[in-house]
């Protein structure tokens, strides 16, 4: 199974700022990594799919980079809305696995 | 629009079974590969199973295998999940979810709560 290894777990930053959320892949994925948002009490929601590519409707300040091992979700410019926890996931072969999570807090 | 929406959720005894039901609206459900995805209390998430658009490739994650089983109604546009001989550890929210593409889980039902607890 390939392991997802995110990191930071816990962020906290102000509105504005610009965060960075890493995922490792214990083996190689190409670009076939998604990163999820997800608040308190609901479904995870599709942020980014094949690494780079933004899901219809997400705004702009999200972005996804990376390939082989290395991805990055990156927020350009932190909002209210924005305060959530964040998922990796890999879908280059099943088991699909996800990364730990990233709460992101208001500082 | 599309929605997923899951039902059958409850608490149950170990060893008991429960069988969760997803019902899809807004898109041709036969088309589409579906998933089950589970998140236990305060914890991350966790891919459960997934079938093809027919039913006939089926995939299990080693924790759940030999105890649940995934189906599909593509007459009645639904997905199901029988899971038998539950553990404390299988309590969690069970979504499910579409893959639009390849592996794309791009929308997911509000989910449904499974308690296993004596």
């Known amino acids: 199974d390939i392991q997802m290894t995110q990191s930071p777990s816990t962020l906290s930053a102000s509105i504005g700022d610009r965060v960075t959320i890493t995922c490792r892949a214990s083996q190689f994925t190409s670009t076939w990594v998604a990163w999820f948002q997800q608040k308190p009490g609901k479904a995870p929601k599709l942020l980014i799919y094949k690494a780079s590519t933004l899901q219809t409707g997400v705004p702009l300040r999200f972005s996804g980079s990376g390939s082989e091992t290395e991805f990055t979700l990156t927020i350009s410019g932190l909002q209210p809305d924005d305060f959530a926890t964040y998922y990796c996931q890999q879908y280059n072969s099943y088991p699909f696995t996800f990364g730990g999570g990233t709460k992101v807090e208001i500082k | 629009e599309v929605q997923l929406v899951e039902s059958g959720g409850g608490l149950v005894q170990p060893g008991e079974s429960l069988r969760l039901s997803c019902m899809a609206s807004?898109?041709?459900?036969?088309?589409?590969?579906m998933n089950w995805v589970r998140q236990a209390p305060g914890k991350g998430l966790e891919w459960v199973a997934y079938i093809s658009g027919g039913g006939s490739n089926i995939i299990y994650a080693d924790s759940v295998r030999d105890r649940f089983t995934i189906s599909r109604d593509n007459v009645k546009n639904s997905l199901f999940l029988q899971m038998n001989s539950l553990r404390a550890e299988d309590t969690a929210v069970y979504f499910c979810?579409?893959?639009?593409?390849?592996?794309?889980?791009?929308?997911w039902g509000q989910g449904t709560l499974v308690t296993v607890s004596s």
């Open positions: 807004g898109f041709i459900f036969k088309s589409y590969e």
């Open positions: 979810a579409r893959d639009v593409s390849l592996g794309v889980l791009d929308h």
